[in-house]
Structure formats: C-alpha cells, structure tokens
C-alpha cells in the first residue's frame, strides 16, 4: 500500500476550467500539506492543515480551495485554471507540524 | 520569516568523487533540519535529519549532515557518490512548525 497517494498524476486542462486532486495518506498523521514546485524545482508550501483545521495559508489566490472531509484526506480545488498555475503539486503529512514529511509522487498540471 | 539558501544550483560530478553541498539558514531559534533527494520523475524521499543530539548526522545511502550552529549550515556529503545518485537535493528548514525549503541542487553523476 502507498504511504500517501495523489490523484491524478497527471492533469492536463484549459484556461479557465475547475479542477480537483486528491490526496489520502493512511499513516495515521494528523497534519497534511500541499506544496506547489515550479518548472525550476522550487518547492513552496501552500496549505497547511492539523487535524482538518487550517495552519497554514502561504499567500495563495482565492482560487485554491483545500479541503479536508477528514485527517486523512486534503484535497485541492482549483477555480478558473491559469497557465501560470502549471507545476507539479506535491501533497504531505507529518505526525505533529515539526516532524518528518512524507510526501506523495505528485500530480502534474498542465494548464493550455 | 525563514529563509534557506543552498549555494550550489548544478553540480556535475565523474563517480567516485566526493560530494559537498552547502546549505544556510537564517533563524536564530530552534530548528529540524532536512535533506531530500528527488530522483528524476519521482516525488522527495528524506535522506536524513537533524532534530537534537550528535551534529553529525547519517542517512540512507552513504550521506551524512553536518549541523554547525554557529554557521546556520546543515551541509550534506558523501565520500564517494555513483551515477545512481542523479537527483536534485533539497535542503530544508523546520522552524516555527514552517518547513521552508532551499531552491535545490542538480546533481548529474557522470558515469
């Protein structure tokens, strides 16, 4: 069993379109994370959520809506696609904010 | 706000050489310390950490870390790298329960 899995892995849509990816982890963690990493590879956090309460909310647009139904699963909506939201979106979770991050293998998004 | 910056952005290397890549910090309280490494096409893996204890720290696969306090560095090596060890390595700072990571470094292992 996968750690903590992503659906889609890949994603390709257009402007303007809604779309949502998944995340679920079964180690039991009660924080998870989402981490958007650019075509240069740099990685930054946007959503931070501890026991399906938000943590952290790193200057995202409105158009990103994470959501947790419970402390295994935050998902990512997101509203009205820009080509500047292509990147690779990475979903985590730690055991307590400071611990050890495990991260999923990632969804492409591919924005025409 | 926390920020970590890792010097070298590519790094080529021929197998059997050694490897150092730098990473600094700036925050002036307690912090977890991370490396990553994030093979082609594949999601990051930790390589080793730093939470309290002995500065010198090992990892999965013949690296180690060495936490200077005093230089806000967390540098990552190994004696002796191989062509598998192609990735990017992404050093990463854990304060104020943020993990902030550096732009990484590109490691090509040339065979």
């Known amino acids: 069993d996968t750690a903590v899995s992503q659906t889609p892995k890949y994603l390709v849509t257009q402007m303007g379109n809604d779309k949502s990816i998944k995340c679920e982890q079964n180690?039991?963690?009660?924080?998870m994370y989402w981490y958007k990493q650019d075509s240069k590879k740099f990685l930054k956090i946007m959503f931070s959520y501890n026991n399906k309460e938000l943590i952290i909310n790193e200057t995202v647009p409105n158009r990103f809506s994470p959501k947790s139904p419970d402390k295994a699963h935050l998902n990512l909506h997101i509203n009205s696609l820009e080509l500047g939201d292509s990147a690779v979106y990475f979903c985590a979770n730690s055991q307590g904010q400071g611990g050890i991050q495990y991260f999923g293998a990632g969804t492409r998004l591919s924005v025409l | 706000a926390q920020s970590v910056s890792q010097h070298n952005h590519h790094v080529i290397l021929s197998e059997a050489a050694s490897l150092e890549l730098g990473c600094n910090y700036s925050y002036g309280g307690t912090v977890n310390l991370f490396w990553y490494v994030q093979y082609p096409g594949q999601h990051l893996q930790l390589l080793l950490k730093?939470?309290?204890?002995?500065?010198l720290v090992k990892g999965i696969k013949g690296f180690e870390a060495e936490f200077i306090k005093s230089k806000f560095s967390f540098n990552l090596r190994k004696p002796s790298v191989q062509w598998s060890d192609t990735a990017e390595y992404f050093c990463?700072?854990?304060?104020?329960?943020?993990?902030?990571f550096g732009g990484g470094t590109r490691l090509m292992v040339k065979p």
């Open positions: 990463a700072v854990n304060a104020g329960n943020m993990l902030t």
């Open positions: 730093y939470f309290s204890g002995d500065p």
């Open positions: 180690l039991g963690h009660d924080t």
